[in-house]
């Protein structure tokens, strides 16, 4: 059963950064495009960022320039470096596969950009 387990989120000011990680485990990770995802409460699930399988990034306009997908196929791990952090940049943010999402989300992390 796939598990994500997400860190790195908490409280920054407006202009702040804050670096995610997201370790994946039961999962072949090598052989899917990945995504960080982020929701606001009432809203969608937006994706903000995907890094392929092949290591190509695009972005969300709203977060292009800002933020950065990386991952470490021997770690299983994906990240995100978030700089410039604004108040709407706030939400509970998850990884997952592009595409074919898996249903099991994890619980995301919190991250709340406020002064």
């Known amino acids: 059963q796939v598990q994500f387990v997400v860190s790195g989120g908490g409280l920054v000011q407006p202009g702040g950064s804050l670096r995610l990680s997201c370790a994946a485990s039961?999962?072949?990770?090598?052989?899917?495009?990945w995504g960080w995802y982020r929701q606001v409460p009432g809203k969608a699930r937006d994706l903000v960022a995907v890094i392929s399988s092949r290591g190509n990034t695009d972005y969300a306009d709203d977060v292009k320039g800002r933020f950065t997908i990386s991952k470490d196929n021997n770690k299983r791990a994906v990240y995100l470096q978030m700089n410039s952090l604004k108040p709407n940049d706030t939400a509970v943010y998850y990884c997952?596969?592009?595409?074919?999402?898996?249903?099991?989300w994890g619980q995301g992390v919190q991250v709340t950009v406020s002064s």
């Open positions: 997952n596969a592009v595409g074919r999402p898996f249903s099991s």
């Open positions: 039961g999962v072949t990770f090598v052989q899917y495009n």
